[in-house]
């Protein structure tokens, strides 16, 4: 027989990877933030990226996956929009195909504005 507590165990050991994801921050008309020209998401152990890890990618490659960002806002994204920045978050894939929830966000480099 199936019982709740016996499901709430079960659930609560599920964990949630936080991943780091790099790309270019835009808004769209409907005033959604997003990452675009970005690459695979990478499992990461910390929450927000090091200096050393900032300056390194600068110069690195774009992909070509989007993502939509849920609470952004907290970050002020405005101030680097179409800059490359550093994104850290849990990716949801239920519901939200593409999305991140965001616990990180950073600029990777101020010169590296999308290119057009």
Same mark, same amino acid.
């Given at each position: 027989?199936?019982?709740?507590?016996?499901?709430?165990?079960? @659930?609560?050991?599920?964990?949630?990877?936080?991943?780091?994801?790099?790309?270019?921050?835009?808004?769209?008309?409907?005033?959604?933030?997003?990452?675009?020209?970005?690459?695979?998401? =990478?499992?990461?152990?910390? @929450?927000?990226?090091?200096?050393?890890?900032?300056?390194?990618? %600068?110069?690195?490659?774009?992909?070509?996956?989007?993502?939509?960002?849920?609470? =952004?806002?907290?970050? #002020?994204?405005?101030?680097?929009? %179409?800059? +490359?920045? %550093?994104?850290?978050?849990?990716?949801?894939?239920?519901? $939200? @195909?593409? $999305?991140? #929830?965001?616990?990180?966000?950073?600029? =990777?480099?101020?010169? $590296? +504005?999308?290119?057009?």
């Amino acid at each position: 027989m199936f019982t709740p507590f016996i499901q709430y165990a079960w @659930e609560s050991s599920k964990t949630l990877d936080i991943v780091a994801v790099e790309g270019y921050l835009g808004q769209s008309s409907a005033g959604t933030w997003g990452l675009t020209d970005a690459g695979d998401p =990478v499992v990461s152990k910390t @929450e927000a990226a090091s200096s050393a890890a900032l300056t390194a990618p %600068a110069a690195g490659p774009s992909g070509h996956r989007q993502y939509r960002l849920l609470g =952004v806002r907290f970050f #002020n994204p405005s101030r680097w929009k %179409a800059q +490359k920045v %550093a994104v850290r978050g849990v990716l949801i894939g239920v519901g $939200c @195909e593409g $999305c991140l #929830n965001v616990t990180s966000l950073q600029i =990777v480099a101020p010169a $590296c +504005k999308r290119p057009l």
